[in-house]
T-cell receptor
């Protein structure tokens, strides 16, 4: 596609439910990132995929959070047993290895998660 | 670990005037990149300008320029001739030269532009 696509745009769930957030990166982009943006906060790094390398999971806040990237393209971020503090906007970004050092990430519009 | 701090949660500027957004960072590395990203209400982050730490010359992109002070670990963004479309959240970000692709972001500064 023309840009990074994320779905759903908005998700409201009940505490304790599992949710899946999807990211479809720009075609050909080998690097994919997930960030979390809580109200009034900056962007918190969650996880980074680069090609076939093992992902950098150092930002995942707990074992309730996991992510996978199938076929080097689409990624799914899964949050199990959601808590109210998980409420945030989850942003996905992608880029190519050719520009990765320059830091130009291409972001989607995010998925806003609200946990009641 | 590296940290990025933006001490101005909100800033306001009159249309056509100039505004400077502040950013400081903490790192023990000598090689790195610094960035300013803009996030309009649509939530989609857009790269505004970047600076390589090894370059002494400050980066400039049209009305946007930075004041990079490596010794002071300061990286401010100057917006000249402010336009209504500049209203957005602005995030300063740091990227290590050698540690993968992850960007570390500051807390953001919300800029409003008054007509």
């Amino acid at each position: 596609g023309a840009g990074v696509s994320q779905s759903p745009s908005n998700k409201v769930t009940e505490k304790g439910k599992d949710v899946e957030l999807r990211c479809d990166p720009i075609s050909g982009h080998t690097a994919l990132y997930w960030y979390r943006q809580s109200l009034g906060q900056g962007l918190e790094f969650l996880i980074y995929f680069q090609g076939n390398s093992a992902p950098d999971k150092s930002g995942l806040p707990s074992d309730r959070f996991s992510a996978e990237r199938t076929g080097g393209s689409v990624s799914t971020l899964t949050i199990q047993r959601t808590q109210q503090e998980d409420s945030a906007v989850y942003l996905c970004a992608s880029t190519t290895i050719g520009v990765i050092r320059t830091g130009e990430l291409f972001f989607g519009e995010g998925s806003r998660l609200t946990v009641l | 670990a590296q940290t990025v701090t933006q001490s101005q949660p909100e800033m306001s500027v009159q249309e056509a005037e100039t505004v400077t957004l502040s950013c400081t960072y903490d790192t023990s590395e000598s090689d790195y990149y610094l960035f300013w990203y803009k996030q309009p209400p649509s939530r989609q982050m857009i790269l505004v300008i970047r600076q390589e730490a090894y370059k002494q010359q400050n980066a400039t992109e049209n009305r946007f320029s930075v004041n990079f002070q490596k010794a002071a670990k300061s990286f401010s963004l100057k917006i000249s001739d402010s336009q209504l479309g500049d209203a957005a959240m602005y995030f300063c970000a740091y990227r290590s030269y050698n540690q993968g692709g992850k960007l570390i972001f500051g807390q953001g500064t919300e800029l409003s532009v008054k007509p």
